[in-house]
Every structure is written in C-alpha cells, then in structure tokens.
C-alpha cells in the first residue's frame, strides 16, 4: 500500500509539471500574440484554455480521492494539500494567458497598447514566459533556488507595471480612453500571472525547507 500510495505522489507531481507545461505555452502564445497583433494566435490560447482547465481538475480529483483512500499525515498531507492549492494557481494563470490573447483578439487589427508601451509590454511579457518556464523546472526539480529566481524576476513586473501606471497617468498621456483601460489591464494580467508563480513558490520553498515566506492574498 505505501508503495502505491508514494506512486499516488509520484503522479500527482507529474500532473502539476504537465500542467504548468500548459500553461508556459500558453502565456509565451499569448504574449506574442499581445505584442504582434497576431490574431489567429490569440485564438489557439482562447481555445486551449479549456485543456489546462480539464487538467487542473483531474488533478483535484485525483488529490482528492488520495485524501480519501491514504488519509495521509504530516508532509505526504502537505504535499497534497499544496497540490491541491498550486492546481488552483496553475489555473488562474492560464486565465490570465487567456485575458492577454483576449486583448489581442479584441483590437485587432490594431495594436493593443501604444507606441510609447510596448517596449514595457515586450518586456512584461518576456519576464512572464521567462517565470513560467523556470516554474515548470521547479515543479519537476524541487530546486529552490528558481523559487528565489522566480521571486526576483516579479520584483522587476511589479517595477514595470507600476511604470505602465505612472505613464497612463500623466499629465503627458495622449492616448484615448480605450488606450487607458486596454493598457492597465493588459499589465495587471501580467502582473497577476506572475504572482501566481510566485505563491506557487513559496509553496514549494515551504515542502522543501521547512520554512514559509508570507506573501500577498492574490485573487
């Protein structure tokens, strides 16, 4: 039985890689299709959604019934609890991956953001597939140090997307209203994608080391 319940474990890692797999294709296909224009892309993200989705759900279900049937205690708990939580992360950041294709969609043939935004958009977005790779290798790896990693590269999202609202903002803004809302939205998606990443770090932090990092409430 305790072989086949650390199989169970075993599983429910692989889930959680596979997942977050998803969900760095899905914001590297968005935030190209954000910063392109590119249509067509933005609809592959908006359909795919569904896919990461139907995992995180499979992935509780499964979580779930191992909490049913093994009753596990102390870290096997902890692990599958945190599972539990981190599936529910890796969904909310595939939403976000769909918000920015959805932006795109919406204006295109245009732009979603102007000139004088993009190259932070361009960044925004390298930073977010940049947190979701390292992500999945931290999942598959238990390396904290990524976690640190992870960490380090949403101090410099937070630092650009409180920029995007300095720029909105001032006295020198001459974009329209729609410029206003399309541009601080499209970077609270971003920013909200890698606070995900980062709780879904502190979590992995915590299973390895013992210790737990106090971190924002993130919707």
Known sequence: MREVFQQELAEVQERLVEIAGL??????NATKAFNESNVSLAEVVIDEDAKIDEAAIALDELAINILAR????????RIVVSA?????????MGDMAEHIAQLARYRFPDKVVPKSL????????????QIANKLTDLLRTE???LAEE????????DALHLSVFDKVLSETWKGAAVDTVDSTLASRYHER???????????????GTGEWVASAVIE
Do not use: C, M, W
């Open 84 to 92: 539990l939580r981190i599936s529910a992360s890796l969904e909310r």
């Open 193 to 207: 994608f890698a606070d995900h990443a980062v709780s879904i770090a502190k979590k992995v932090q915590y299973l």
């Open 143 to 145: 390396d904290v140090t």
């Open 23 to 28: 969900v760095a294709v899905a914001i590297e």
């Open 150 to 157: 992870i960490r380090n590269d949403d101090d410099q999202i």
């Open 118 to 129: 993009r190259p932070t958009f361009l960044e925004l977005g390298r930073l977010d597939v």
């Open 70 to 77: 093994q009753q596990p205690v102390a870290r096997d708990l």
